[in-house]
């Protein structure tokens, strides 16, 4: 057992998000002060007493912008973490690691992104044609969903997965999001007809593997355990903590190490799992990042809930599906069909399940496991209540 | 220029598109060997010179051995196809007006360890729809033609395709 280090000792007291949508009108700057300002309030936290501000490298809002907005007194501690879809767990455990070592006292995180209405990351070629890019972009392996329809061909030849599988994953986090007004899905149920019949966008992935596009924005208000008691919502504990950078790893296009299809999910999981009190067997619902619907298959396997090659497996008789399932998976809709927020809405989402207020609450849930994204650096956030 | 700075991004070669619009690739101090020996038709995968360990893409340091010492070694242009996707629009032009069509990953026959990423066509200079991307099988042989662009300012890049090989 590894020292006690972060476990328990920090917790996320407040949470808030705007509406997600297609188009939103304020500009991101205003988004990200307006949820961190409410994502306080939910904490019942003044503003002020916030010291450490974390946030994404890719995230357009910056520390000096937020705190002349929301008039915060001194941070003393502010970091960003890179690689997209990889950051959220990793912004969320660095503000809980300043909590913890005594850099500040209440730790913010956020993401603010206007992802739906601004314009899509890969038709900006000029930033994209260096290394690795070099060696894909010009063969017409433009989009992230490229990049990862390489990898699920391999996936699904190596292990006989099939589109049936993929649609298992689209399906049970399409039925959660019917359940969650604040969903962009909320009033689009969708059968396993629609997902078969719906368009290509790079085989063998279809439009319902991918992540929506959205506008939106979310915070989370992190203080150390002995204040969190006295707050105004049940703690959201965080228990553990990892970042993930296995050997050799190549961004989005991991295609050129000894064993592509073991990702930085297996090296985040490693060291989550040796600095927790529990295992996998022993989580109630997990907010598993899904930019496309095979990084779930993959993270079941990294984060140890099956054996490797036995993700689709695991994803039959409604077992990622709540009520039913042993795994309960994206239990708000998730990336594919709450809001793409660069997973943030997973990790508040973990914390509504630690807080018993899902839409989809899981009956007596007491840990849960958030995943940012497999397929680049990642991160991971065991939470118990 | 050191290699730090061109991998920091502070020396890339990006030298704009061909005149079909096709990306070219922002060749670096590290890559710029691998092109031009596709210039001369030969495929060449960087080699670290105290251990033999082949890698790609290429990198200043072997993570293996940690030298720095490092050449190009010509390899045999044969691979197997180890995994493919098949692109449909919303897509940048000039590609959205070929979709669909293949991107693969080649696994050379030499050293399967060694992966390129490519497009299947018929010839060498048929279009990137010219195999029918249904038909692809992961494991199928192939060979290694080169390609050469050219920018509307007259220069040349060449770039490994690749073409069916029979057996
Ligand atoms: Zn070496």
Known sequence: MSPAGLRDATAIVGIAQTPFAKHLDPPEIELACQVIVDACADAGIDPREIGALCSYTMEATEEVDIVRNIGCGDITFFSQVGYGGGAGCGVVGQAAMAVATGQAEVAVAWRSRKRGSGPRPWTNTSVQLRVPGQWTRPYGLLRPVDEIGLLTRRYMHEYGATRDHLANVAIAVRKHANRNPEAMMYDRPMTRDDYMQSRWISEPLCLFDNCLETDGALACVITSADRAKDLRHPPAYVHAFAQGLPPEHQTMVNYFNDDPLTGPAWACARRLWANADFGPEDVDVAQLYDAFSPLILLSLEGYGFCKRGEAPGFTENGNLEWGTGSLPVNTSGGGMSEAYVHGFNLITEGVKQMRGTSTAQVEGAETCLVTSGEGVPTSALLLRR | ?167
Request: hydrophobic share 35%.
């Open chain 2, 1 to 167: 220029m050191s290699n730090a700075a061109a991998f920091s991004g502070g020396y890339v070669a990006n030298r704009g598109p061909s005149v079909e619009g096709f990306l070219l690739p922002a060749t670096d101090e590290e890559s710029i060997g691998f092109f031009e020996a596709a210039r001369r038709g030969e495929l060449v995968v960087q080699a670290c010179t105290a251990c033999g360990r082949l890698r790609h893409p290429p990198r200043p340091m072997c993570p293996t051995c940690r030298s720095t010492e490092r050449e190009w070694r010509p390899v045999a242009p044969t691979g197997k196809v180890w995994s493919y996707v098949i692109p449909h629009p919303p897509l940048l032009e000039p590609y959205s007006s070929v979709a669909p069509y293949n991107v693969i990953v080649v696994e050379l026959d030499e050293n399967p360890l060694i992966r390129f990423v490519g497009n299947l066509v018929e010839d060498v200079d048929a279009p990137l729809d010219s195999v029918d991307p249904h038909g692809i099988g992961i494991g199928e042989p192939v060979e290694c033609v080169f390609r050469t662009f050219t920018r509307p300012d007259g220069s040349t890049e060449s770039l490994p395709f690749w073409v069916r090989r029979s057996g």
